[in-house]
């Protein structure tokens, strides 16, 4: 399960259009490790993601939704607490692989995209191994760029300093193959 969001920090008189809502979305990985020591290890997660958001109007009726699809590459180094529970972080990278717009029931693919085509992130995660080859990991993760690919301006063409921040928490259950 994939929960994510935009974090806009102060919203600008006149964009309060910009806020959104967590949406539901998912994920899929793969996640081949390497074990340094007894507690160390490091691992890359190759992913396909969905993340997004959604609008409510002004009497909380759903206005919109967005979806953007995701190739991630998110290297990471573990260390193990204690048996049965470890701690990880790492940097990622997210290419955008379609974007999507849910309006009046429909999802339409978006024809000018207004999200950045790559995304940088961290993440920082817990994972817990209840049993031999079995995981449950959760995971929140940030942007380290902005999201939107759009310059706001004010009503006299200046630049606003605005920024957008996709935001993603991830709960997921995992099992060793080898």
């Known amino acids: ?37 007894d507690r160390w290890s490091v ?3 190759v992913q396909f993601s969905r993340k997004g958001y959604f609008r409510n109007d002004s009497n909380n009726n759903e206005l919109s939704k967005l979806r953007i699809q995701y190739f ?9 607490i ?6 990880y972080a790492g940097l990622g990278l997210g290419f955008r692989l379609s974007e999507s717009f849910k309006v009046e029931d429909a999802w339409q693919k978006a024809e000018n ?8 992130s961290y993440l920082v995660g817990l994972r817990v191994f209840p049993m031999n080859k079995l995981s ?17 301006t004010d009503i006299f063409g200046e630049s606003l300093d605005f920024r957008s921040r996709l935001q993603n928490f ?9």
């Open 1 to 37: 399960m994939n929960l994510s969001n935009i974090n806009v920090g102060d919203i600008p008189e006149g964009f309060t259009w910009i806020k959104t809502e967590t949406a539901t979305n998912y994920f899929l990985s793969v996640r081949p490790e390497f074990k340094l020591s």
């Open 82 to 87: 204690a048996n049965p529970i470890s701690v």
């Open 72 to 80: 991630d590459l998110l290297p990471q180094v573990q260390y193990k």
């Open 170 to 178: 991830q709960f997921g259950v995992a099992y060793r193959i080898l």
């Open 113 to 120: 995209e207004i999200s950045t085509p790559t995304d940088a």
């Open 136 to 152: 449950v990991h959760l995971q929140f993760a940030g942007s380290l760029v902005d999201f939107y690919d759009l310059d706001f």
């Open 43 to 45: 691992g890359m997660d």
